[in-house]
């Protein structure tokens, strides 16, 4: 099957196909497909007795109830759709914040798309904003309207940044058209930024000449800490100690610390290595069990270290999570190794009710894990910088989760049951390297796609956002994972016993499974009150807000396959309306929604909109420069599409949705 109009954000999802299943066998998934895209056809075939078959007792129940109960969201409803702009609902300002080129740093140039150059973007606003996190300014009068926004640059999309080349990523353009300029301006298009602003007659801007704004990219000299920390695996050339390494990269979701410092993880940092590693090397049996390397980018033909076969270790130095202190410009960022190495979505935390720090962690891949970190030493909230290299030392955990609702933490600890040197684990750091395989052995259950999980400082509960798989078989489904086929995704909440996040065993249950509720075959289980636009698939990144309510940004609803973009979906947690679901803000055609982030008074949702302008699934060519599916924000001729942060706010003020 090819995939003639896939642009970079679809074929890396693609590509996470890698691996475990490569069974072609015709699935049930395939005939929601053809059923979605006939979807209007079977709606008279669907009826009521079939509906009904999709929803639990109880919800039906709930139905006879709903006109009873009421959300607590207080908001219109968007309507769902596909179009090249935003949409926020009606008395909602939706205001871009900054935009990808804009200037970061002292001496940037504007923006200009025939003008770009390494040296520029590197002093600009990255590409593909994903995790965004907002720290109150120390000392500021209002420190809910002035604070640090703190912002991951995920990865490029060559295609719609760069006129005249087309997308590279494929077999047949082999990089054909890169350049070593190109590939300078995407490295530094790449990690993160932090920048100040603040808000003012309601509206919010950028501090410009602020001393805290940052561009971190591909060459920022980093230092990797913890129990791995100067091991031979993490040695090269260019790092006889193995403690110094630059850069970051694939920087996805993340998370703030109590202690005000930045959480960025390095996700699908396979994509950035070439090569071919003999299945003889030493490293052979790690490489594969995380899909490296990913030839995905050119950077191997101008920097050695992307190439395996030159630089075979360079590697085992990405994949961790990465602690910055964006209040200190000139502080060198931190990968974390205890919190292990895999594709990390994403490091939101919650501190314990003993002091102890719990870090709850993705690694997004079909048939990949839940972990979660819980640090040895109590949090000092008084002293902020006792906790500067408190995540050096904790207990790493992955999560089993059995059918009858429990849920086991297995620590990966050195020595422990099969993680030991007859299993090639000579130490603690090589359960580090290879958490992924320390998981298998332990037994975790597999998941499909765990994307953000979010701790509810408010209800002490825990969302695990699950984003699809379609690899799973009817074979293959279980408790927590219990569709083949999973197309739409679903979200669980995890429960800790009295509260205690570092607790052994917690308990889980079903929030939603996502999809259209009235295709029967999809076995979607939101709220019977979910209106058509209200349902939601492919859930990704979350926020939490200060009445424990979720607000789901998705990635994948491809405009044509759902009749919808991605974006903001409010999603009640608790009481008889638990599980209905309200559609708040839409991207622009082609985006991907990423990064909501309230402010601490709830009054501004800032959310990230990731690669606009891609086309459609369903499309026969990929979008580009030149034809993107849309020209937000600009919509200028001769300007692309830009990735860009958008502040929502309540005309006249206060909280959203209340
Ligand atoms: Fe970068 Fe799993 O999304
Ligand atoms: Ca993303
Ligand atoms: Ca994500
Ligand atoms: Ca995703």
Redesign the pocket.
Known sequence: MTHPGLNS?QLRELSEDDGRNASNNPTLGDVIATRLARRDILKGALGVAAMAATVSPLAIIAADKANAGATRFSFKEVAAGVDPNHHVAEGYDADVLIRWGDPVLPGAPAYDPLKQSGAAQKLQFGY?N?FLGYLPMRGAANPAQHGLLVVNH??TNEELMFPGVGLQDTKEAAFGKMTQELVDIERAAHGGAVIEIKRENGKWGVIAGSKFARRIDVDTPMELTGPVAGHDRLKTSADATGRRVLGTVNN??GGLTPWGTWLTCE?NFHFYFSGNMADSHPEARNYKRIGLPGNSYAWYKYDQRFDVTKEPNEANRFGWIVEIDPFDPNSVPKKRTALGRFKHEGAAGILNKDGRYVVYTGDDERFDYVYRFVTQARVDTANPAANRDILDRGTLSVARYNADGSIEWLPLVHGQGPLTAANGFASQADILIETRRAGDLLGATKMDRPEDVEASARTNKVYVILTNNNRRTAAQVDGVNPRADNRFGHIIEMTPPDGDHAADRFTWEMLVKCGDPSIAAVGASFHPSTTKDGWFGMP?NCAVDHMGRLWIAT?GNSGGRTGRTDGIWALETEGEMRGTSMLFFRCPAGA?M?GPEFTPDDETLFVAV?HPGEADEDAKTPATFENPATRWPDFKDGLPPRPAIVAITKRGGGKIAT
């Open positions: 954000s593909n994903d995920e990865y996805c979701a996700e990704d990635d991907e990423c990731q």
